[in-house]
């Protein structure tokens, strides 16, 4: 019984990272990576590839969305990796309120539009969506 408990420690404990939160109190994290997307689609509900994305802070207006040729970290590369008409609007790393953030995601193809606002929080470890669509439509 001993060694099937310490098995199951084990397993879980492989799955964790410790880290330190605004005290000095430890908080285990999963290995998990989260990430949120959305999918564009057309009119007719096709979706849509190639789209220009924009994710801000709503209460500052800034981009989150990676600079070209930066390497991925604390912002987001929308288009890049997903399958045809995903978009990726938010992942673990972005500094999100643990209260909840509002962010605004505009995505325009040619003279077609989609707007969207979308909230999201922290429990420190990772990133949750509070609310917003999973869907965006373009619209002329």
Excluded: W
Excluded at 17 to 36: H, K, L, Q, W, Y
Excluded at 40 to 63: F, K, N, Y
Excluded at 68 to 90: D, S
Excluded at 96 to 124: I, N
Aim: overall charge negative.
């Amino acid at each position: 019984m001993r060694f099937l408990l310490l098995i199951s420690s084990l397993l879980v404990l492989c799955g964790c990272n410790v880290i330190t939160g605004g005290s000095d109190e430890p908080i285990a994290c999963t290995m998990e990576f989260r990430m949120f997307d959305v999918v564009l689609a057309d009119e007719a509900g096709a979706p849509v590839a190639g789209a220009d994305v924009d994710v801000a802070r709503a209460a500052t207006g800034r981009s989150i969305v990676c600079p070209a040729g930066t390497e991925a970290g604390n912002c987001v590369r929308p288009g890049q990796g997903q399958e045809k008409g995903r978009y990726l609007v938010m992942q673990d790393g972005i500094e999100v309120r643990r209260g909840g953030e509002a962010f605004d995601v505009r995505a325009a193809k040619g003279d077609a539009v989609a707007e969207a606002r979308f909230t999201f929080s922290s429990d420190l470890c990772h990133v949750s969506k509070v609310s917003g669509p999973d869907t965006l439509r373009l619209a002329r």
